[in-house]
């Protein structure tokens, strides 16, 4: 090579890594607000898959925005649902999915679930049945009773992928021979879903290992740089992720806790969940194949320890909470508690630790009622985590019944 050539080779070089290193760039995230209280469905959208009318302008706009981007893009948006907000890409599409996975950074033999707007859109677009006799033919009879009654809503069901033709992403799946999919009832979701005319797969959309986001301010603070936009619709009502039932294995299972309870599914299950068995996290070894394979991984972990205690009475957790506060040593604890501390104060709880010199203690209220500890328990987490950085949290355990076995899945 001669000295010009040489040159010319070099320049070229220089150039491809700039422009190569600006394709790993990081995106501008946009957030847009979205009045979910515009969006109307009418009473069998989730059904017929009409679509909705949206009155407010601006929501609108964000929302054919986003659609946009689902439909004809590999790219993923973040939207809120009523359990947690979801990072969406086309279920449809590998390369959606694999950007979630790189997005989240999350393990990939982790399936997602999809997201439909209506059973309409699940038999065309993964059955492709554009004509079924009956709408919920290509859904075993086990789930109708619960579907009828709980759809669209806070439960994901488990389908074969029998007859979806090749359909779905096997990203989507991870290549397994079941789907998992749910109707989210949040307005922005539904409508976000439905004007894309494609069914999402949306994991939570925060960074792997890290609590669910509950605001548009935690997607932010994950993904920022990330994923080109994210709908904000103000904070998730449920709080924790949908309920995962398996009705194709025999006994049915809850594979995973979640917004709709225990005591629901038995009583809207017509008899036919009476057997269902709770899928246990003990039994799951981390090289193993598990029916759920979210449950063997690390979740909901914010940067500081977290201690879990586990009351039976207030007396008892005041009790406890004293001695806990006594052995420690920390520079700054924050206590998760729905328990009125009995008149003592911050100044009392400060004076009880004698081992570490400079100490704070911060106290957030959980709220009292099961749907109000599950609906603060991820953004108290993140508050004492991200804002007021502290490095001990000290949350308080409920009785595993009604919400309170998805608020212990959690901790
Ligand atoms: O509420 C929710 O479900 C939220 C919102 C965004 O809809 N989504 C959510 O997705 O929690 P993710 O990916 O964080 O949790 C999906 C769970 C995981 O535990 C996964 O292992 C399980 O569902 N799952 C998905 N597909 C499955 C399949 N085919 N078989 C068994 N488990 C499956
Ligand atoms: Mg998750």
Request: with cysteine; glycine share 6%; proline share 6%.
């Amino acid at each position: 090579m001669n000295i010009s050539k040489l040159i010319v080779h070099k320049l070229r070089r220089a150039l491809y890594s700039m422009t190569s290193s600006s394709s790993i760039q990081t995106l501008q995230t946009k957030i847009l607000k979205v009045d979910a209280s515009s969006i109307i469905f009418s009473t069998n959208s989730h059904i017929d898959g009409s679509l909705p009318t949206i009155t407010d302008i601006q929501s609108k706009n964000a929302l054919l925005e986003a659609a946009q981007i689902i439909r004809d893009t590999n790219e993923t948006v973040a939207f809120p649902t009523e359990t947690v907000y979801g990072l969406g890409g086309s279920a449809l599409n590998d390369q959606s999915v694999l950007n979630i996975y790189k997005a989240k950074n999350r393990p990939s033999d982790n399936p997602l679930i999809t997201h439909i707007s209506s059973i309409n859109q699940l038999n065309r677009k993964i059955f492709n049945d554009n004509s079924p006799s009956d709408p919920l033919e290509n859904i075993p009879k086990i789930y109708h009773p619960l579907i009828s009654k709980l759809w669209p809503g806070p439960l994901t069901i488990l389908l074969s992928t029998e007859n979806t033709h090749g359909s779905l992403s096997e990203r989507t799946t991870n290549f397994q021979s079941t789907f998992a999919v749910r109707i989210p009832s949040n307005p922005i979701a539904r409508a976000l879903i439905a004007l894309s005319d494609t069914p999402i797969a949306a994991p939570s959309a925060n960074t792997s290992t890290k609590p669910s986001p509950t605001l548009a301010s935690h997607v932010f603070h994950d993904l920022k740089g990330k994923i080109p936009l994210i709908l904000d619709g103000g904070p998730c009502n449920i709080g924790v992720e949908s309920t995962v039932l398996d009705g194709l294995s025999n006994p049915p299972m809850l594979l995973r806790p979640g917004g709709l309870t225990m005591e629901k599914i038995l009583k809207l299950g017509n008899g036919q969940w009476d057997n269902c068995k709770v899928e246990s996290k003990l039994n799951v070894k981390s090289n193993e194949v598990v029916r759920t394979p979210g449950m063997k991984y690390k979740h909901y972990s914010p940067n500081a320890k977290v201690v879990l205690l586990i009351p039976s009475s207030t007396n008892e957790y005041l009790a406890r909470l004293i001695d806990f506060i006594k052995m420690q040593t920390f520079n700054k604890l924050a206590i998760l508690t729905s328990y009125h501390l009995n008149g003592l104060s911050l100044d009392d709880l400060s004076q009880i630790n004698t081992n570490s010199k400079e100490h704070t203690i911060v106290i957030k209220s959980l709220g009292q009622t099961g749907e109000e500890i599950q609906a603060n328990l991820f953004a108290r987490l993140r508050e004492v985590d991200e804002d007021d950085k502290v490095d001990l949290i000290l949350v308080e355990g409920v009785t595993e019944n009604e919400e309170g076995l998805a608020i212990m899945n959690r901790l």
